[in-house]
């Protein structure tokens, strides 16, 4: 049992909207913080709110981050959710240093946080574990398909379906390097991959003085490659007897260890049977922790990992622990879910979250803020809280709606579309959305993003505003915009000509559809086209001459419209080109200049944002460029390899 402290300074090892959710507690508990951060971060919100920063090398470096926390004078350090949060050797490090780790000892860290090790004490405390192989067997005696995953981690990081033998070779290579990068370990399990599984999780809280109790069960079923997309409490379609079966499992593992401080649990659930399978613990914090928090009536479950921290017994009673209405939680990313979810970069010209009675924004996005491949691309997230499922479901559709990035794509868009969806809608009914379902569909064709035709009204009308007042490249001011333009109909330039009559009430047409302005003022445009109301955030940056740019955020998908270059000439034909996709490192280089290679043949392997992408020969052919090396950095459009197809001239 830890020795009684009392937390006065916390030092918060991480950044973004961890350190800010963390900072929340402190602040409303009198605890002083202290943040970290790494020289692009220098300026960065979480910094500006901490009562003390210190600058370190990297949010991994060990060493830097106790000897901050030492020399800051801090009792206790609060790892977040990811970097150092589930590393033994940090935990090790700061007891050494006399400092308290908000979370668990270093021996269950290691003990859970191996998945190997963990699926042993599962199955010592009865809970029931997957069927899986030796990594090392002959594949042809698996019964397909199987799940490789590292055996040091989580979050999807070294992670693959593989259906067939003949895939695994590459499949288990491929998910070693990004393991041994990821953790440090390239250790593999193999385990039997369930189709129609949900993933359904249980948060746990212990303390040092032997209690442990649950707080429900999450369903985090809504997944692209294994990362958590929308998660939700409590888990629809749970009976009440499966509810006290999986939580209980829960805690008959967290007390088999001794866990002590917030941890989850997490489970497969085989839609066809009501099975379930632990998968793993996470012994941290985890991202999706504020829709437990809201069902359980505004449990803090910061303030409870203090309070153990400090130890104290848990101020829970599983007996006065009850459900309240229905929690979810998108997760904002910059990302582009109709390219392939590639990751993005850029600088957020304009971002505005929604807020309002059941909704709550957990982020560390602000206007003007640049976004770069550097860290984890999870801008922020958005969760709503309503007395069922159907109107939070319908809460979040209205939250994304009113949620705005403009400067760089998100998947805000995509978000809205799948919380809109008949298969998020009947998540635990029969053929509802499970683990797989959105690495099975075709994106495009079963989310549809939103047409750009009312966006193109939108920037039409502000770009017609714009060339009516001064010039400046906005339109928008605190009192709305003057109005007296000439009534005749104007001609302006977007990705098309279109055309528009504003008259001096504020009424007219574009491109022959009515229109009639309510208001345009702080960059939300809001206007009622042919009968519908459509409101929007709009940016734009136009010259006298009318080249730049009008951005729309319409139902949370960003829309650009950019004038032609009238003097530029045709772009070069790049059939045969493979592009860099993203800023990224190059993991792999496999052919050489003047070799022969077959389509679909990896040429290379990029990473950017913790992702891998594989760059495929597009037909058969001779590689003329290879202008990539391993460890090399490239930049978004750098032609990587050519390959130039058999038969051409």
């Known amino acids: 049992m830890s020795a009684m402290i009392q937390i006065r300074t916390l030092l918060i090892a991480n950044r973004g909207e961890i350190a800010l959710r963390v900072m929340r ?53 609060h790892p ?11 935990a090790r490090a700061l007891e050494a240093a006399g400092v308290r780790l908000v979370g668990p000892s270093a021996e269950v860290i290691d003990l859970m946080g191996r998945k190997d090790a ?85 948060q746990v809280v212990g ?13 985090c079923s809504a997944q692209r490659r294994h990362q958590k997309v929308l998660e939700e409490a409590p888990a629809p379609g749970i009976t009440a007897e499966l509810r006290h079966r999986i939580t209980s499992a829960a805690v008959d593992l967290a007390k088999e260890v001794g866990y002590s401080g917030a941890g989850t649990v ?49 101020s829970l009673e599983q007996g006065d622990l009850v459900i309240h209405g229905h929690a979810i939680e998108a997760r904002v990313y910059a990302e582009d879910p109709y390219a392939g979810f590639l990751p993005q970069a850029g600088t957020a010209s304009i971002v505005r979250w929604p807020s309002g009675a059941g909704v709550r924004v957990d982020h560390a996005l602000e206007s003007g803020q640049v976004v770069s491949t550097s860290f984890d691309p999870m801008l922020g997230k958005v969760v709503v809280h309503g007395p069922d499922r159907e109107a939070a479901r319908l809460a979040l559709v209205d939250a994304l709606d009113r949620t705005s990035v403009l400067g760089l794509t998100t998947n805000t868009g995509f978000l809205r579309a799948l919380a809109a969806s008949d298969a998020f809608r009947d998540v635990g009914a029969p053929g509802g959305l499970d683990t797989a379902w959105l690495d099975r569909v075709d994106i495009p064709a079963e989310l549809p993003a939103p047409t750009d035709d009312l966006p193109r009204v ?9 060339r009516a007042s001064d010039g400046h490249g906005t339109a928008y001011v605190a009192d709305g915009f003057r109005l007296g333009a000439d009534p005749a109909p104007t001609t302006v330039e977007l990705d098309r000509p279109v055309v528009v009559h504003r008259r001096p009430d504020g009424t007219g047409t574009v491109d022959g559809l009515e229109v009639r302005q309510l208001s345009a003022a702080e960059d939300v445009l809001d206007l009622v086209v042919d009968g519908q109301r459509v409101r929007a955030v709009v940016n734009a940056r136009l010259g006298l001459d009318g080249r730049g740019f009008v951005e729309v955020a319409h139902r949370g998908q960003l829309f650009r419209f950019t004038p032609p270059d009238r003097l530029a000439g045709h772009a070069d034909d790049h059939d045969g080109d493979l592009l860099a996709p993203m800023p990224g490192t190059v993991l792999d280089v496999r052919v050489e200049a003047g070799q022969q290679v077959e389509e679909g043949q990896v040429l290379g392997v990029l990473e950017a944002m913790k992702m891998e992408l594989a760059m495929k020969a597009p037909y058969a052919g001779t590689v003329t460029i290879v202008d990539a090396a391993v460890g090399r950095q490239v930049p978004l459009g750098h032609v990587l390899f050519h390959v130039e197809q058999e038969g051409s001239e």
């Open 207 to 219: 303390d040092d003085h032997g209690d442990v109790v649950h707080l429900f069960e999450r369903d």
């Open 458 to 466: 939108l920037a039409a009308w502000t770009a017609a505003m714009v």
């Open 25 to 77: 507690t402190a602040a409303r508990l009198g605890i002083r913080t202290v943040a970290v951060f790494t020289e692009p971060d220098a300026h960065a919100l979480h910094v500006r709110a901490a009562d003390d920063a210190v600058q370190v090398p990297s949010y991994l470096d060990v060493e830097a981050i106790v000897a901050a926390a030492v020399a800051s004078g801090a009792q206790a350090v």
């Open 118 to 202: 963990a699926r042993e004490v599962a199955e010592r405390a009865g809970v029931p574990v997957v069927p899986s192989y030796d990594p090392e067997a002959d594949p042809t005696t698996f019964a397909f398909p199987v799940l490789v995953k590292a055996a040091a981690g989580g979050g999807g990081k070294g992670m693959r379906v593989v259906r067939d033998a003949g895939e695994y070779a590459e499949a288990i290579a491929a998910a070693r390097r990004e393991a041994a990068k990821a953790f440090g370990d390239d250790a593999m399990l193999v385990e039997r991959y369930v189709e129609r599984g949900r993933h359904v999780e249980v």
């Open 266 to 314: 997490e489970f497969l659930l085989d839609t066809r049977s009501d099975d379930f399978y632990f998968l793993e613990m996470n012994t941290r914090l985890q991202v999706e922790h504020p829709v437990t928090e809201a069902i359980c009536g505004g449990v803090d479950l910061v303030e409870e990992q203090l309070r153990v921290a400090e130890g104290h017994p848990l």
């Open 80 to 90: 977040g959710y990811g970097f150092l949060s589930e590393r033994a050797p940090f």
